[in-house]
């Protein structure tokens, strides 16, 4: 079964195109400068028909036919979706509804949904939301502790980010531990630009660092992770600055980048680190230890863990990282768990997401 894996952006589509029965990746590429002056697509309509034109004269497929089913990436589900769907008129409609929660990413994802049904009207497609994978967390976990009106009002809570991700690594982990996904404990660890840990037990989320945006939890590439909100109050106050200008500041210019001044790039990071500079340093340090404490915290909340698993650009990648928390980890965790570099495949997991949900089969993989 050929399925098609989605991926937009407002001025950019990525794909991927998988044969599910034995997970090989047939065709993948990109699509830029949507809408751009000069540019071959100037909709997200014309950006599906040529990277579809693309897949074919690649000869990955012969004819459009031969796509059994689209899988869309899909950044908000809000509380309504806790799981796939198959995209019909309804839950595009409630896509719409989570806009306000994800303005500049659901927005381009209904384009492609749309776009797709206008160039691939007869085959099924499919939305996978990063979202979805922890609206298993309990109450505890995912409320905020200020008034209840603004949850009931306005859905201000955790709801966690990298959902497809984590669930990927998840069922890796099983794999290669040899056990059922739901009898162990799993703490996942997404590290890249981005980042997020995730406490899993029994297959299910039951919380995770990133919060009502992917701003809380971790220290990031340009992302300042948990901070005191008084002191962005502060900041405000004594240097005249607007929520525009904070949200620029927080998101854009903070995390590696803001601590050493220098780049949001890890590996950046790590060279100069080596060559001395002290405030690269410090963003090493600090990002480590943000992670350990994240770490630590979710194991207690577990009760132990079978396994913690590091995926992502920098939890794949960088050795020196994956070495120096191996040895703070193994002075606190029981010599049972196992520490494990995983590597994700985000794409690969909204296919067989589709795939399960076009075919009715429910397995984690």
Do not use: W
Request: hydrophobic share 40%.
């Amino acid at each position: 079964m050929k399925i098609l894996v989605i991926n937009c952006g407002s001025s950019s589509i990525k794909y991927k195109l998988y044969d599910t029965k034995i997970s090989s990746l047939l065709a993948k590429g990109l699509i830029e400068r949507i809408g751009e002056k000069n540019s071959k697509a100037k909709n997200h309509t014309e950006g599906i028909k040529l990277l579809i034109s693309r897949i074919i004269e690649e000869g990955a497929v012969d004819k459009l036919e031969e796509i059994s089913a689209i899988g869309h990436r899909v950044v908000h589900g809000g509380e309504v979706f806790t799981q796939p769907h198959i995209i019909d008129d309804a839950v595009i409609g409630k896509i719409k509804e989570c806009v306000p929660l994800a303005p500049l990413h659901n927005p381009a994802n209904l384009a492609g949904i749309l776009s797709c049904a206008k160039v691939l009207p007869d085959t099924p497609q499919v939305a996978v939301f990063d979202t979805a994978f922890h609206q298993t967390m309990p109450e505890a976990a995912y409320l905020y502790a200020i008034p209840g009106y603004f949850y009931k009002k306005y859905k201000i809570r955790k709801y966690g980010f990298h959902g497809t991700s984590h669930q990927f690594v998840a069922c890796q982990a099983a794999d290669i531990l040899g056990k059922p996904l739901e009898k162990i404990k799993l703490i996942t660890c997404h590290l890249g630009n981005g980042c997020s840990i995730t406490a899993i037990d029994k297959g299910k989320s039951i919380d995770t660092s990133m919060g009502f945006t992917p701003l809380e939890g971790l220290i990031m590439g340009t992302r300042s992770g948990d901070i005191d909100v008084a002191a962005v109050f502060h900041i405000m106050k004594k240097e005249k600055k607007h929520i525009a200008d904070m949200d620029e500041i927080l998101n854009k210019k903070s995390g590696l980048l803001g601590i050493s001044g220098l780049s949001n790039d890890f590996r950046s990071i790590v060279e100069a680190a080596k060559r001395g500079n002290r405030f690269a340093k410090l963003a090493y340090d600090m990002f480590s230890y943000r992670i350990e404490k994240y770490i630590g915290a979710y194991y207690f909340a577990l009760g132990g863990a079978d396994a913690i698993c590091f995926t992502g650009g920098i939890g794949e990648n960088s050795k020196k990282f994956i070495s120096d928390i191996k040895k703070k980890l193994k002075r606190i965790i029981d010599s049972k768990t196992k520490i494990m570099v995983v590597p994700t495949d985000e794409e690969l997991m909204i296919a067989r997401l589709t795939y399960k949900m076009v075919k009715g089969k429910q397995k984690c993989h």
